[in-house]
């Protein structure tokens, strides 16, 4: 960090602002030149404020020159994270996908999807028991009962399952849940990022709808900062000013992301873009950009889904898509003898 002191400073105000930075056990360099003072910081910065900073009074500028984030950081973490759940892998290389229904609606219809999606090469049942809805009127999910659906589908299929909390009371019922998500919506609730950090469970983080990559590696950092590290990144669109599609797909996030964090992206193409037909050939840029999974809704009558049916492919089309994903994944990682 960087601080540039005003000019009508006196001596007796910079040694205040020097003595309070001490106060962050970090080391500091005041340099005097002829037009102006500026004040380097040595040492781990991320616990000080640069608000706070600006609001001292001989401070006219500051600049951090490392990122706010320590733990999610590449710079201090160069290897890939890999996080294993009953044998599958996300991150390090290879292409986890994780398919379901938006909603658990019914036993019949979880089944058939979980059965479906098995099939077609799936290696992750999704599906939301409480679900974020705009409208307070809208199904709101099935809640326990839903998780208890879940649980069953991955007795039948062998599926780990991903299901999203919405509230830090109900985290009990997440127990035997393998990777708890937390929605979009709920990226910068801090109470529930940080209890999520003393669990010992890898969380799947979605970007918030109109956060900044900074702000979803910051929201990493509460849950890893408590001691968890098994973080998963999602990219699930923006907010930008086109209607065309629900969200804009960030697909630059996964190379960018891909330098400055060690966690592991997973793009969801389905929320990103609210159309069925686009789910495809976004998720096969999401490979072709380096994503490490991606996480796509399915559902065995999309016309009649409780919850994003538009978005949703059917267990056929899901099937298609994947032999394409497959394929190109193969290609991505040489395995054909084709390195790029
Ligand atoms: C979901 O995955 O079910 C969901 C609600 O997604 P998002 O939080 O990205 O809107
Ligand atoms: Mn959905």
Excluded at 193 to 221: F, I, N
């Amino acid at each position: 960090m960087i601080i540039v002191i005003r000019d009508k400073a006196t001596e007796a105000q910079v040694s205040e602002l020097m003595d309070w930075l001490h106060s962050f056990n970090v080391k500091t360099n005041l340099v005097t030149g002829v037009h102006s003072r500026i004040i380097g910081l040595i040492g781990d910065t991320t616990s000080i404020d640069m608000d706070a900073v600006l609001a001292r009074e001989p401070v006219e500028a500051v600049k951090r020159v490392q990122e706010p984030y320590k733990n999610a950081n590449r710079r201090f973490h160069p290897d890939d994270t890999v996080i294993e759940v009953s044998g599958r892998r996300i991150g390090g290389g290879s292409l986890a996908v994780i398919a379901g229904p938006c909603s658990v609606e019914t036993e019949e219809q979880l089944m058939k999807t979980a059965i479906a999606v098995k099939n077609a090469g799936a290696d992750f049942l999704r599906g939301g028991a409480f679900k974020p809805r705009t409208s307070p009127y809208a199904f709101q999910g099935l809640g326990k009962e839903g998780i208890d659906l879940l649980i069953q589908a991955r007795k039948e299929t062998g599926l780990p399952i991903v299901t999203e909390i919405m509230d830090l009371s109900d985290l009990d019922l997440f127990a035997d849940v393998d990777i708890v998500q937390v929605g979009a919506r709920n990226m910068q609730n801090f109470t529930l990022l940080k209890a999520l950090g003393r669990c010992d469970k890898p969380v799947l983080l979605k970007r918030g709808l109109s956060a900044t990559l900074q702000e979803l590696l910051m929201s990493a950092e509460y849950i890893m900062s408590e001691g968890n590290s098994k973080v998963i990144l999602c990219e699930r669109g923006i907010r930008t000013f086109e209607p065309e599609t629900r969200n804009t797909l960030d697909i630059s996030a996964v190379p960018l992301l891909r330098q400055k964090t060690h966690l592991p992206i997973v793009i969801d193409p389905s929320h990103a873009t609210g159309i069925s037909g686009l789910i495809e050939p976004m998720s096969l840029a999401a490979v072709a950009a380096g994503a490490d999974a991606l996480e796509i809704e399915v559902h065995i009558d999309p016309k009649n889904a409780w919850s994003d049916g538009a978005q949703s492919l059917t267990p056929e089309q899901f099937g298609a898509s994947m032999k394409k994903i497959r394929e190109l994944e193969r290609f991505m990682r040489g395995k054909e003898g084709i390195a790029i």
